[in-house]
């Protein structure tokens, strides 16, 4: 291969790793403010997100019972959206859509991780197998009470250093002044 054509398949593969981080790190903050900031009262954010993150951490095999398609309408709906918007706007570029791709794909590899091993699709497990998509053993952490660490679902790479690092109790004690977070009171009683 010639010398610069192997130059730009590593500069591409580079790019689409830290577009997979980027999806999974989204991905995570958004898990994380459903399980930190308001409750089940507060309005819209409550019945829309905080309601069945609970439901889900109480019962988590229930989300292989709802139809995929409704499982995975609302990641779906502001992913595509958003690809919508980009691509209206003029601005759309190869990055950008597989940064949403991969988003949108969050919920399902979310629902992979819950699903028994000898019943995912072949191209999902072979994808666990090698460390590319996470697996229900990593995700079980996160639905180990209270619920306080590994908020990201899509890949096995980000948990980890997150986790170690305290980066969501530290992003807690930065917001916890604005948004009067989080709800749970091992750290509302330290404030
Ligand atoms: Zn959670
Ligand atoms: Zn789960």
Redesign the pocket.
């Known amino acids: 291969m010639h010398v610069t054509s192997l130059v730009s398949v590593v500069l591409i593969s580079l790019q689409v790793i830290i577009l997979c981080l980027a999806a999974d790190f989204v991905g995570g903050l958004f898990h994380w403010a459903e399980d930190t900031i308001g409750d089940v009262d507060t309005p819209l954010w409550g019945p829309l997100f905080v309601r069945p993150n609970n439901d ?2 109480e019962n ?1 095999s229930a ?1 292989n019972r709802v139809h995929w398609l409704l499982s995975n309408r609302d990641i779906l709906i502001v992913t595509g959206t958003l690809m919508a918007f980009f691509w209206l706007a003029g601005l759309m570029t190869w990055q950008i859509l597989v940064f949403f791709l991969l988003m949108g794909f969050n919920q399902q590899a ?1 629902r992979f ?2 699903c028994a091993t000898v019943r995912l699709p072949v191209p999902a497990r072979l994808l666990q197998r090698v460390g590319l998509l996470q697996n229900a053993r990593h ?1 079980w952490q ?2 180990r009470p209270p619920h306080r660490n590994a908020y990201c ?1 899509l890949t096995p790479w980000l948990n980890p250093v997150l986790d170690r690092w305290g980066f969501w109790r530290r992003l807690e004690r930065l917001l916890a002044p604005a948004f009067r977070m989080p709800r749970r009171p091992d750290i509302v009683s330290r404030q």
């Open positions: 889900h951490h988590p989300i979310h991780e819950h995700h996160h639905h679902v």
